[in-house]
């Protein structure tokens, strides 16, 4: 079987091999939901490379202690 997509008026329909693993597979579902739940934010890349940066600086702020003793 050949990977095919076909488009509809509501939906995208993707039909692929079952020899597919599952965890490359639900990869792919994770980054269509993404795209999808980020279709409408206008953010430039700098800004969430920023807010990225902050979140591990807070992460490592609270973490640290547990992976340096």
Known sequence: ???????????????IPATI??????????YIRYKELTSDIDVSQNRVDQLASDINTEWWKKNRERFIK
């Not at 693993?21 to 994770?30: M, T, Y």
Request: hydrophobic share 50%; proline share 0%.
């Open 1 to 15: 079987m050949i990977m095919l997509i076909e488009r509809t008026n509501k939906e995208i329909i993707i039909k």
């Open 21 to 30: 693993e599952a965890d490359d597979l639900q990869d792919f579902v994770d």
